[in-house]
């Protein structure tokens, strides 16, 4: 099975600092990979798919890089709306996801 | 616009059987795989079934297997997880989600409905 790790598992930064979250994988998942954000309450959201391609209407502040094992999203100017819980996901054997970041304002 | 709707939540004993259920609409049933994804309470994402467009192909974790099965009704736009000999780490918000491509099952999950919750204890 495919392990998805991610860091930090808590961040907190400033509005407008630029934020990353990275991703690694226990062996190459190439560019299969995605990122979800999920808010309290709600349901995931699909933000960035194959790495790097941002699903349609997400802000452009995001952006997700990488390929083989390790993987970053990157929030370029944090807002309010950011605050939310991360995930990562592979897609390259079956399907498995990273254990989470908590995106918090200061 | 797509939409899930997931159905059939609720509290069991250890031991139990429950079947959710999710009505889609906005898209295609047949044409996309489907899956379901859970999340215990202040935990992580884990995969737990995914069926292939037409429903003869199934895949499953081994944290699930041989306990719960996942179906689909394909004239009724319906997808389904039959969860047997259910245990209380079982206990999770339930969704579904929408495999991204037409035909395909290894890729991401592109829309998901709002969650079931299912809760297993004595």
Request: with cysteine; hydrophobic share 30%; glycine share 10%.
């Amino acid at each position: 099975d495919i392990q998805l790790t991610q860091s930090p598992s808590t961040l907190s930064a400033s509005v407008g600092d630029r934020v990353t979250i990275t991703c690694r994988a226990s062996q190459t998942v190439h560019t299969w990979l995605a990122w979800y954000q999920q808010k309290p309450g709600k349901a995931p959201k699909t933000l960035i798919h194959k790495a790097s391609i941002l699903e349609s209407g997400v802000p452009p502040r995001f952006s997700g890089s990488g390929s083989g094992t390790e993987f970053t999203l990157t929030i370029s100017s944090l807002q309010p709306d950011d605050c939310a819980s991360y995930y990562c996901q592979q897609y390259h054997g079956y399907w498995t996801f990273g254990q989470g970041t908590k995106v918090e304002i200061k | 616009e797509v939409q899930l709707l997931e159905s059939g939540g609720g509290l069991l004993q250890p031991g139990g059987s429950l079947k959710l259920s999710c009505a889609a609409s906005g898209f295609t049933f047949s044409s996309y795989a489907m899956s379901w994804v859970r999340q215990a309470p202040g935990k992580g994402l884990e995969w737990v079934s995914t069926i292939s467009a037409g429903g003869r192909s199934t895949y499953y974790p081994d944290s699930v297997k041989g306990r719960f099965t996942i179906s689909r009704d394909n004239s009724n736009n319906t997808l389904y997880l039959q969860m047997d000999s259910l245990r209380a780490d079982d206990t999770a918000v339930y969704y579904c989600a929408q495999v991204a491509v037409p035909a395909a099952i290894t890729e991401y999950f592109q829309h998901w409905g709002q969650g079931a919750l299912v809760t297993v204890s004595s």
